[in-house]
């Protein structure tokens, strides 16, 4: 019996016809989950450092009429596996979403991808721009946000790492609720089971060491994502942001969108790092609207 708890369901409002699955390959020496649903045009998400595919349970039911949707859990976090010596850096991470497209038989697709997942879009885009239709970035990781830097060269120094994966499991409850709050621009939008949600995969063990490894390489990752963004520039993007963002800079929203010909750009008041979340049905309408075009 697993001494870890299953994957979290996912809701589904009873009218959408629809039915979120669980579905697995292997990849990389691991199993690898992703939910799927939906009809049409593939379209794959992908979650940010601290995230897996939980991070869409409102978008999946409201976005599955018009898409074939694909909700990873990367490899190293969420329920999927986390094998010993996962290259952690942007680059390998882009190349196993890549990877994943060819496992689920995805020729091209539409790319939505938050925070550090945004970040992985951007650099499989890069990689190979002919697989990706459109990117929707909500507030991506990018060369041009400091915000997270200084945390990640702190957390993942030599003599802090070993304290982080000795104290973390110990406080996982009271820091994940703390770092909840701090995301959204109102904590009181905070919907009940979103801790408990965020919590199952960090219940497993190897919990954080795979996120550890990805600060560790934060500085190169975006130099290199840096170099690469020239690759964007025939892909149209929409970027989406909260106003209130404390963990990726909205200001960087402007020079990221010109890195791309044809960009559109929404910025969501009062709202913080997680707008599919705190204005689920706002946020919903947006990227619908975006891929009906």
């Excluded at 990367?74 to 882009?94: E, H, I, K, W």
């Excluded at 990706?132 to 507030?139: D, E, S």
């Excluded at 490894?213 to 892909?235: F, K, V």
Aim: proline letters at 10%; one cysteine or more.
């Amino acid at each position: 019996m697993n001494a870890y708890p299953a994957p979290a369901a996912v809701p589904v409002p009873k009218s959408s016809g629809y039915s979120i699955q669980d579905h697995w390959i292997t990849l990389d020496g691991g199993r690898m989950r992703y939910l799927r649903d939906g009809v049409g045009p593939p379209l794959v998400m992908v979650h940010g450092l601290l995230g897996y595919s939980f991070s869409w349970r409102y978008a999946i039911p409201h976005l599955a009429p018009q898409a074939t949707v694909h909700a990873v859990d990367m490899l190293g976090v969420g329920f999927s596996d986390r094998p010993q010596g996962l290259d952690p850096t942007l680059r390998a991470s882009a190349n196993r979403l890549l990877r994943f497209l060819d496992a689920v038989g995805i020729a091209s697709c539409d790319l939505l991808g938050t925070s550090h997942g945004g970040a992985i879009s951007m650099m499989a885009a890069a990689l190979e721009p002919e697989r990706v239709r459109r990117l929707i970035l909500v507030a991506p990781v990018n060369p041009w946000s400091q915000q997270g830097k200084p945390l990640a060269a702190f957390l993942s120094h030599p003599v802090v790492s070993p304290i982080v994966l000795g104290v973390a499991p110990l406080v996982r409850r009271s820091m994940q609720s703390y770092l909840l709050s701090r995301l959204y621009g109102d904590p009181s939008r905070i919907r009940p089971g979103t801790l408990q949600g965020y919590s199952g995969p960090f219940e497993r063990p190897g919990a954080f060491r795979h996120e550890l490894g990805i600060l560790r390489t934060w500085t190169r990752d975006l130099e290199d994502l840096a170099a690469a963004m020239p690759q964007l520039a025939e892909i149209p993007a929409f970027l989406i942001w909260g106003e209130r963002d404390n963990a990726v800079s909205p200001a960087s929203m402007g020079p990221l969108s010109r890195q791309f010909k044809s960009c559109r750009t929404h910025l969501l008041p009062g709202v913080g790092h997680l707008p599919y979340e705190e204005v689920p049905d706002e946020f919903n309408r947006l990227v619908a609207e975006f891929l009906a075009e």
